[in-house]
């Protein structure tokens, strides 16, 4: 009778323990869909800021070009009106 009384313990321990493992199994499954959608959505962003970047890139190379030129114009302005005579401070 004693014998049947500690399997009958063991068992309810095994229910016991089950029960538990089952609890934090399903609470860490459902904690891990949660991250999966917040690393989705931090995806997402990481993709939108590099497509901004990109952007801001490509602006910043046409307008270092355009100012390059803008410059290479005034220069070339200030030798014509150097050429004709005049003082090129004038011209502002």
């Known amino acids: 009778m004693k014998l049947f009384k500690n399997y009958k313990k063991l068992y309810e321990s095994e229910l016991n323990n089950r029960k538990l493992y089952e609890e934090q199994y399903k609470k860490i499954y459902e904690e891990n869909i ?54 090129w401070k004038d011209a502002k």
């Open 34 to 87: 949660d991250y999966q959608k917040e690393i989705k959505c931090y995806k997402e962003k990481c993709g939108r800021l590099t497509i901004d970047l990109e952007d801001v890139d490509g602006l910043l190379k046409q307008e270092t070009e355009a100012k390059e030129e803008l410059l290479k114009q005034r220069k070339k302005l200030r030798t014509m009106i150097t050429k004709l005579g005049g003082d």
